[in-house]
């Protein structure tokens, strides 16, 4: 009986040895590291996203962002490394490059898309979010899953600050609508993504413009109240954006100075697991402020 169990027992570890060769044979040696590393990457984004010191941040995410692109050319189908850099771009950019240096910010907003498209292809998403016909480009929409909202979030979030930053280029203003289909997206498969960031989007979107170019304070504060209520107003930017595109749209001097004198008032330990952002946040709040006279 010990004999055959002990039979048994050397079978299933062959088995179970083939099927791992199996399973490895697609993957080189380097993509087998890359993988093996990924849980110190959701360690380090975790620590970035806590981080206080801004100079820290500021000196630290470049070479990290390095070190990710390197992985990402030894593993170039690794969707969740795509996010991490789309993520990454787009933070440092908005944290300490757009306000200084904006034809930069566009360069790196423009990195931010490709790494989030290339989380889109590797997900089976065919269609170029830039250049197919929107008709196209709605209608895969249509078909995408929950599991395809981060790569459908950066991609539509990377595309609209770029935006954004160089809207004196027609054709970069085109994009807005195709931006805009990806978080409609977002928005119908889940609404509070990333701290209600589909909402904020929104808020942006239909805030930073007149009417009669389609903008829509009624659903701008409607979609900035929603955002909000995703983090019990813990996450500052929601503010910031709302003084920078809807109160300062609607000439709002007052609505300005209140959100933004409150988010310079905030504690600083009123998120801790988004203290990085809430200190972007509080700097660009003092920025705006000092802007007002100016603005106003």
């Not at 979010?129 to 929107?134: D, G, K, N, T």
């Not at 954006?241 to 000439?251: H, M, N, S, T």
Request: proline share 4%.
């Amino acid at each position: 009986m010990t004999a055959r169990l002990s039979k048994l027992g050397q079978g299933g570890l062959v088995t179970a040895l083939l099927l791992l060769a199996t399973l490895l044979s697609g993957c080189s040696t380097s993509q087998i590291v890359v993988r093996g590393a990924m849980p110190l990457m959701d360690g380090g984004f975790t620590a970035m996203n806590r981080e206080t010191d801004l100079e820290l941040a500021r000196d630290a995410i470049p070479a990290t962002l390095k070190m990710l692109e390197g992985m990402s050319i030894k593993d170039p189908r690794n969707t969740q490394l795509h996010l991490y850099l789309a993520q990454g771009f787009y933070g440092y950019s908005y944290s300490f490059v757009e306000l200084k240096n904006p034809e930069r910010a566009v360069a790196l907003y423009t990195r931010c898309l490709e790494h989030a498209k290339a989380a889109l292809t590797s997900q089976g998403f065919v269609p170029d979010p830039e250049r197919a016909a929107l008709a196209e480009l709605e209608q895969t929409l249509s078909t995408t899953t929950a599991r395809q909202v981060p790569a459908l979030f950066w991609s539509a979030s990377c595309m609209a600050k770029r935006t954004d930053v160089h809207r004196t280029d027609p054709r970069s203003i085109a994009q807005l609508a195709r931006a805009a289909a990806l978080m409609q997206r977002v928005l119908a498969l889940d609404e509070n993504y990333y701290y209600g960031g589909p909402h904020l989007f929104f808020g942006v979107y239909y805030g930073g413009r007149a009417p009669m170019f389609g903008g829509d304070f009624a659903q701008s504060e409607r979609h900035f109240a929603q955002a909000r209520t995703a983090t019990d107003g813990k996450l500052l930017i929601t503010d910031v954006l709302y003084a920078e595109f809807l109160a300062r749209q609607q000439l709002d001097r007052n609505a300005f100075h209140q959100r933004l004198t409150a988010v310079v008032a905030a504690p600083d330990d009123l998120f801790p697991d988004m203290a990085f952002a809430n200190r972007v946040a509080k700097q660009r709040a003092q920025y705006m402020l000092s802007k007002e006279a100016e603005w106003f």
